[in-house]
């Protein structure tokens, strides 16, 4: 059965030459940093003669043809279909991150953040006390401790830090019924939305490798 990985395009000639030859440019070089290492392997390449090259796109060329053969194939249709919808999907995946990254990059008014509930009140101002305790400042043996504190405490004891949690929420709700407080919501909603709309409406990043663009880039100057 054929999977998305048969439908992985033909090498160049240069490349396959390249991938043979990478590790002893960089020795050579003494970097791995692909800038420099493309360079100097697309300026040997330049100088190779016809027959040394020759192997090398016999190679290339045995590759093509097997691409091409395979892809007039019903197996290969439907690799092909399946390959650019993981490629379709990517894409959309790394434009919706990058969305909602732009989105909450967005500055909001302190007054417009959601009121704390009463255990994050607790947790936040019982966190030093609890790593004093812990002799220790890793989140989760600090947590974990804390929410045992928290499920200690009875109802009477909660109070304290619920009437905060309340009395936050008053705040917020009050605020935000307020027309300066709903003028200030929309136009906060409306700025998150462009953010993700200018994200959207530019070309979503190529989904290749960062190391095969640049690998393009050094072939050209092949």
């Known amino acids: 059965m054929a999977s998305t990985a048969d439908v992985k395009k033909p090498a160049s000639s240069y490349f396959m030459w390249f991938q043979s030859a990478r590790e002893q440019i960089c020795k050579e070089l003494g970097t791995k940093n692909l800038g420099p290492v493309g ?31 395979f ?10 279909e399946e390959k650019k919808a993981e490629r379709k999907e990517a894409k959309q995946e790394k434009m919706d991150k990058n969305s909602k990254k732009a989105g909450k990059a967005v500055e909001k008014d302190d007054k417009l953040k959601k009121p704390s509930s009463a255990y994050f009140i607790f947790s936040n101002e019982k966190r030093a006390e609890v790593q004093k305790l812990l002799g220790t400042t890793d989140f ?57 709309d200018g994200v959207k409406g530019k070309r979503a990043a190529d989904v290749e490798e960062p190391e095969k663009k640049r690998m393009k880039t050094a072939v050209a100057g092949a």
């Open 39 to 69: 360079k100097k392997g697309g300026e040997m390449w330049k100088a190779m003669s016809a027959t040394a090259k020759a192997p090398w796109e016999a190679k290339a060329k045995e590759q093509k043809e097997a691409f091409e053969k």
């Open 71 to 80: 892809k007039a194939t019903d197996a290969g249709q439907k690799a092909l």
């Open 140 to 196: 989760g043996a600090v947590t974990k401790k804390t929410v045992e504190m928290w499920k200690a405490l009875t109802e009477s004891t909660k109070k304290p830090w619920d009437d905060k949690a309340k009395a936050q929420k008053d705040t917020y709700d009050k605020y935000i019924s307020s027309p300066e407080g709903a003028a200030a919501l929309q136009a906060y909603k409306d700025q998150v939305q462009e953010a993700k």
